[in-house]
């Protein structure tokens, strides 16, 4: 069974510092990793999806790399913003009915 | 372009009450899920639909839950009767065919007395 993990669960950085979220999986036979940004009291918007054959993908401010063999993806945020701050969630899709396996998430705070 | 649409927002009931959620997805688009979201962790997958068909319902609850999707465009998942441990709130997302990107509606939030 896939299991994601997501840590910490927390973070606050100040306004400005470049920061690194992690996520690891235990199965590597995985077909896509998403990262989703989830906002209080809102549904989940996506950020960056990286196809199993891909190292990383990039959007703005944002790179999302994966290493299959080790089973971890980095979520990399540069110049992070107050705007920023938000629950990060990485999930896997096993390719099985292209069912998402979600981590807990990582609730990031930026400081003026 | 309009995203998910989600009805209700919040809902407050007692213990073995009935509850509905409704669904409409992106326009076009075939595929729709059903996420459950409890505090404090990621969604979990309750059903997945392709056009009316329902390909994976394995992590729903069929006892109390049950959903549809009669014309392959709007649905509606109900539970019946609720029990305290469904308070959580509830995802539908939607995907086209030529994308894996899942889209995702604002969610009801169940609490159940």
């Known amino acids: 069974k896939q299991e994601v993990t997501q840590i910490p669960a927390a973070l606050s950085v100040p306004e400005g510092e470049n920061l690194v979220l992690n996520c690891s999986f235990t199965d590597s036979a995985i077909y896509n990793l998403q990262w989703f940004r989830q906002d209080p009291g809102k549904g989940l918007t996506s950020l960056l999806l990286i196809q199993s054959s891909q190292r990383e993908q990039t959007s703005g401010r944002l790179n999302a790399s994966l290493d299959k063999s080790s089973g971890r993806s980095t979520l990399y945020i540069a110049a992070s913003q107050p705007g920023d701050s938000a629950t990060y969630l990485c999930?896997?899709?096993?390719?099985?009915?292209?069912?998402?396996?979600f981590g807990k998430g990582i609730t990031l705070s930026v400081r003026p | 372009e309009a995203g998910v649409v989600q009805s209700p927002r919040y809902k407050i009931i007692e213990k073995k009450q009935p509850v509905a959620f409704w669904c409409n997805p992106i326009s076009g688009h075939n595929t729709l899920y059903w996420y459950r979201q409890n505090l404090g962790q990621g969604p979990e997958l309750l059903i997945r639909y392709e056009n009316e068909e329902a390909v994976d319902d394995s992590q729903l609850p069929k006892d109390r839950f049950s959903a549809e999707r009669l014309k392959g465009v709007d649905s509606t998942l109900k539970i019946q009767p609720a029990e305290l441990g469904d308070s959580a709130v509830y995802l539908c997302?939607?995907?086209?065919?030529?994308?894996?990107?899942?889209?995702f509606g604002p969610g009801t939030r169940l609490l159940v007395l």
């Open positions: 999930a896997v899709d096993t390719g099985a009915n292209s069912k998402l396996t």
């Open positions: 997302a939607s995907s086209s065919r030529d994308s894996e990107t899942q889209y």
